[in-house]
């Protein structure tokens, strides 16, 4: 740990053909601790990253989840990509990635890697979410990837989750008057829809994420999704979203796509009710949610803390000064 590198305890590559998971495991203790990895596991990691398709279905998406859900969700979708594992495990973001770095050096202006920043600063080894809220990101982001849409539509689309009802939607727009980013491809530019004709806008969006919710559970949808990327590399699976996660990401934009001045998933508190947002209780998931993309739609930098009274953002550990999480947390 002193010099800040991830290795085995036995070779590399025997361990990891002994326990493909192996390298999720080591991804994952990197992401959390802005660790590198020795140069004999790198190696071993880039020319075993293929076997992990023979991991069990279930067991990939627990890996998977212990990934994302925990606060490092950004750095280990970079570490994901880095070793070719982001295509085998999340195909239509790698191919995403793969096309927005052409020519880039970094990835930190991309929409998804800002979606991905702003979910971690709410989250720690301490506090996770359920799979569904990052999963719900995902496909949040997917549509607007195969369908970019207006600026000021975006935001009244994760005010409508923040905030639970289309009146405090408006009354929050009309009062929020800071500078709007935008993205290429996900946004239209500088917004010219009038608050007017805003709500028919805002079901439409919520169509075609929940639409998009089948781009992460079945692989005909996918490699759909997947033709606007000519360079992506073929997928024939596993798709590892279940069924009962699926259920929970139509339950988290439910009611979203109809008349929205009906529409009510208020709650019935302020801030983050954590164990809800573990357990995955979608009124959690689609609060979060809210303002996750709210955050990534502003050109401010997100405080280290949230309005939210009962919650407080826990800076990430800086290896160089010798802090770092409890290693219990990490497994």
Avoid at 169 to 189: C, H, N, S
Wanted: proline share 5%; aromatic share 8%.
């Amino acid at each position: 740990m002193r010099k800040n590198k991830v290795c085995t305890v036995i070779p590399a590559h025997i361990s990891f053909m002994e326990d493909p998971a192996r390298i999720l495991r080591g991804l994952r203790i990197a992401a959390r601790l802005g660790f590198q990895f020795s140069s004999e596991t790198s190696t071993a990691i880039r020319d075993l990253s293929s076997s992990i398709i023979n991991i069990d279905k279930a067991r990939l998406m627990m890996e998977m989840n212990y990934l994302l859900s925990y606060g490092a969700a950004e750095p280990s979708v970079r570490l994901l990509r880095k070793y070719g594992l982001l295509d085998l495990l999340l195909p239509l973001q790698g191919a995403y990635l793969s096309d927005q770095m052409r020519g880039k050096s970094s990835d930190r202006d991309l929409m998804l890697m800002k979606l991905l920043a702003n979910l971690d600063r709410l989250l720690s080894a301490d506090r996770p979410c359920h799979s569904s809220l990052w999963l719900a990101l995902l496909v949040f982001h997917s549509a607007l990837v195969n369908s970019p849409q207006d600026t000021l539509v975006i935001r009244a689309f994760a005010a409508l989750l923040y905030f639970g009802t289309w009146e405090s939607t408006i009354k929050f727009l009309k009062e929020d008057v800071g500078a709007q980013a935008t993205y290429v491809p996900e946004t239209l530019g500088t917004s010219r829809i009038k608050l007017d004709n805003l709500m028919e806008q805002t079901s439409y969006l919520a169509s075609l994420v929940i639409s998009s919710v089948h781009t992460m559970t079945c692989l005909d949808a996918l490699q759909q999704s997947l033709a606007r990327f000519p360079d992506a590399p073929q997928f024939s699976g596993p798709v590892l979203v279940s069924n009962n996660d699926r259920s929970r990401l139509f339950r988290i934009f439910e009611g979203l796509d109809s008349d929205l001045t009906s529409y009510n998933a208020r709650r019935g508190m302020h801030g983050i009710d954590l164990w809800s947002l573990k357990d995955g209780h979608p009124d959690e998931a689609r609060f979060v949610l809210g303002k996750v993309i709210l955050d990534t739609m502003s050109d401010e930098l997100p405080s280290e803390s949230t309005e939210d009274a009962d919650v407080t953002i826990k800076p990430a550990a800086d290896p160089a000064d010798g802090s770092h999480p409890p290693l219990s947390t990490l497994f």
